[in-house]
């Protein structure tokens, strides 16, 4: 299945052959959609398709799948013609939820952390490594959406307990969480 991320006018499609090594495919437009160029993207490889956020017409973050709970963060700075790892050191990301909250910046929980597999993570593209904002409210937060630095959303899944979805807010930073007032 393709992946798409849009800004403006820019449109991005993503997609992983599944026959042979698996190449992964990067489809670029600048005029709405109406035509593309294709080009191979080594650094998008994945099991089928990384995800693709677009925060500017020129940054994008994918989170490509490796397979067995494993995976990798990347970004470009020039509209997907280069990629590189985040210097945070987030190869092997895995099995968590990620959302790039600007050009230069993305908070992410990684389930493959061990101990801080809860903790909620920033990474700057600028940054030698990711900091730690916080941790996160539940015990399975299956997405995470920041409108600014300050301000977030998590969603906490029942996991089998019985409980059902939980929806929390934070507006420090994710120092701290409580249940949003939107799920009521």
């Known amino acids: 299945m ?3 991320a849009v800004f403006g006018n820019d449109v991005w ?4 052959e599944q026959v042979g090594p698996g190449t992964a495919f990067l489809a670029t ?4 959609g ?3 160029v294709i080009r191979s993207k080594p650094l998008l ?5 990384c995800g693709l956020a677009a925060t500017s017409s020129v940054t994008l973050w994918a989170q490509c799948d490796q397979g067995m709970m494993a995976g990798d ?3 470009s700075r020039d509209g997907g013609a280069t990629w590189t790892y985040g210097r945070g050191g987030i190869a092997q990301f895995g099995f968590g939820t990620f959302d ?3 050009t230069f910046a993305a908070v992410f929980i990684n389930y493959m952390g061990g101990a801080q597999s809860q903790d909620i993570h ?3 593209t600028a940054s030698s490594k990711a900091v730690t904002l916080g941790r996160a409210p539940g015990t399975n937060i299956t997405q995470l959406t920041f409108v600014d630095p300050m301000q977030g959303l998590a969603l906490g899944h029942g996991n089998g307990t019985g409980q059902y979805d939980t929806l929390y807010e934070t507006s420090d930073g994710a120092k701290t969480w409580r249940v949003s007032s939107l799920a009521n």
């Open 122 to 124: 920033l990474l700057s």
């Open 100 to 102: 790039p909250i600007s």
């Open 73 to 75: 963060i990347v970004f």
């Open 45 to 49: 490889s994945s099991v089928v398709a």
């Open 13 to 16: 499609l993503t997609t992983q």
């Open 29 to 32: 437009s600048y005029d709405g």
């Open 2 to 4: 393709p992946n798409i």
């Open 34 to 36: 109406q035509t593309f």
